[in-house]
């Protein structure tokens, strides 16, 4: 488990983790399911729709490979599913195509699964004992149509609004600008919904999930308008120029006293590389992380217990700017490993980019 989240594994090359969030959609999912179809069938149909999810965001990961973007992890949450992209699309066409890839796949599951139900119940082969079953094929492909209409909704966060980025960024030739005009229609498709998911509650609707849904979308275009300003006054810092190179490294068994005690080949930047089994490079451990831990737990607890695993953490190539990483940073530990293929080259110390950012928002207060 790490940050709420069970790691399910490596398929295709990437990181998929379930946030414990996902369990309350599946009792909410299984409850109304087996009221119908019995417990049985209600978790085949649990599994069938999270592996739907994941076959959407695959999706995305794979057509973004295509266009020489990659995957650092997929989520499952609670409201469906999260591919982190390592970069920004190159182009307006690949951003389009990476968009629409998993609202395709949904829909492709969607048109398979509804076929196969109408083709076995027209023809009268479902045998009894099958029915529920069939029903749940039914419902499995009605609610992926939904599901890929749902997400081609023109406005940002929602694969529609990279879309509308898509289009826009074609059109006159500005990410930054095509990125706010996606987020403004996100914010007012996101107030709309949230809006009459609160009409359907004060009516006597099921309306609390729709105002839910609307909510989080209003907040995460804004949250996106504002940072399209902050990455457009970042586009001008390559990461050439503040890159640490040649980090320490330190194997996952170290304990969290030894390292302390051998702090300063952690250097200025202040952090290491994790390294496991096979020598391969598994995380990344910074001396806030072995304060954080208590001290009489430091010489029983293993790095690998602490360190942030480097499918959490945003990777770029040298030849980047600090904008194009800047949307995928946590600014609380603002991390960023740099990488020449399956090579890590160095990172960015997270006291530069907080500097950078500084500076960039105290530009953005005094034009």
């Known amino acids: 488990m790490l940050n709420g989240s069970l790691k399910l594994g490596r398929w295709a090359g990437i990181v998929v983790n379930m946030h414990w969030s996902v369990l309350l959609i599946a009792v909410l999912l299984g409850t109304g399911l087996s009221r119908t179809l019995g417990w049985l069938v209600a978790s085949i149909g649990i599994v069938a729709f ?16 295509r266009f020489g973007v990659g995957t650092q992890s997929i989520e499952l949450w609670a409201l469906g599913g999260m591919a982190r992209l390592d970069r920004e699309a190159p182009t307006p066409r690949a951003e389009g195509w990476i968009a629409v ?17 109408f083709a076995v119940g027209m023809n009268g082969l479902a045998l009894d004992s099958a029915g529920n079953l069939l029903t749940l094929l039914g419902w499995l492909g009605l609610i992926n149509m939904v599901l890929a209409v749902f997400n081609m909704l023109p406005g940002a966060p929602l694969d529609g609004g ?9 059109r006159h030739g500005d990410r930054f600008r095509a990125t706010r005009e996606a987020a403004r229609a996100g914010g007012a498709l996101g107030w709309i919904m949230a809006g009459g998911g609160l009409w359907m509650m004060v009516n006597g609707y099921p309306g609390v999930f729709v105002m839910i849904t609307g909510l989080f979308i209003a907040l995460n275009a804004k949250a996106e308008y504002l940072g399209s300003f902050l990455s457009e006054k970042l586009g001008q810092v390559a990461l050439a120029e503040i890159t640490w190179f040649g980090l320490a490294t330190v194997d996952e068994r170290t304990d969290a006293e030894t390292l ?3 702090r300063e080949r952690l250097g200025p930047i202040e952090m290491a590389v994790v390294i496991g089994t096979g020598q391969r490079p598994v995380g990344i451990v910074t001396e806030d992380l072995l304060w954080d831990c208590p001290e009489d737990r430091r010489s029983q607890t293993p790095i690998s217990e602490m360190m942030i695993p480097l499918s959490d953490v945003p990777r770029a190539q040298i030849s980047d700017t600090l ?4 949307g995928r940073l946590d600014l609380a530990h603002p991390l960023l490993t740099i990488w020449d ?16 950012l500084r500076a960039a928002e105290q530009s953005l207060r005094t034009r």
Not at 50 to 65: C, G, P, Q, T, Y
Not at 101 to 117: D, N, Q, R, Y
Not at 323 to 326: K, Y
């Open 101 to 117: 890839a998993g609202p395709l796949a949904s829909l492709t599951v969607g048109i398979v699964a509804l076929g196969i139900w």
């Open 50 to 65: 999270l592996a739907s999810i994941l076959a959407h965001e695959f999706s995305h990961a794979l057509v973004a490979r």
């Open 323 to 326: 904008s194009s990483v800047a």
């Open 162 to 170: 990279r879309v509308v980025r898509a289009v826009r960024w074609s």
């Open 260 to 262: 302390l005690w051998q």
């Open 341 to 356: 293929g399956d090579r890590i080259l160095g990172a960015v110390p997270p006291q530069v980019i907080r500097e950078r």
